[in-house]
């Protein structure tokens, strides 16, 4: 018997008792209404699973903020401590700079 996982609750059912939503995601993106799509399956006797999958997101569009502190995460302990040694200033002014320079591009993304 095929079954499928539930995109919604996890769950995984039979072929019968999943169905398949296409969402045109292009403007989230900014794209060309077409231009991109995703198929969400969901339980089709679960009117919750109904409901949420309208308006389900594969893909998450991540802000600014989140994305800048992506890439801080990213960088382990080590990286940044020789970053911060070979750079010969004191630490407190660097994390200052860094803190000023995420805070002027979040202004930035406002105002766009």
């Known amino acids: 018997m095929i079954s499928w996982i539930c995109h919604i609750c ?3 059912r039979p072929d019968d008792k999943i169905n398949v939503r296409s969402l045109d995601t292009s403007k989230e993106f900014g794209l060309k209404d077409g231009t ?8 089709n006797d679960n009117p919750d699973c109904i409901e949420k999958s309208k308006n389900y997101q594969h893909i998450k569009k991540k802000s600014l903020y ?7 995460l990213e960088s382990s302990e080590e990286e940044i401590d020789e ?3 070979e750079s010969g200033e004191d630490p407190k002014e ?4 860094g803190r000023k ?3 002027d591009a979040l202004r930035k993304a406002k105002k766009k």
Do not use: H, L, T
């Open 36 to 43: 991109m799509s995703q198929n969400v399956r969901y339980c």
């Open 94 to 97: 660097i994390v200052k700079r």
């Open 101 to 103: 320079a995420i805070e």
């Open 10 to 12: 996890g769950d995984k």
């Open 66 to 72: 989140e994305a800048a502190q992506d890439v801080v």
């Open 83 to 85: 970053i911060i040694r």
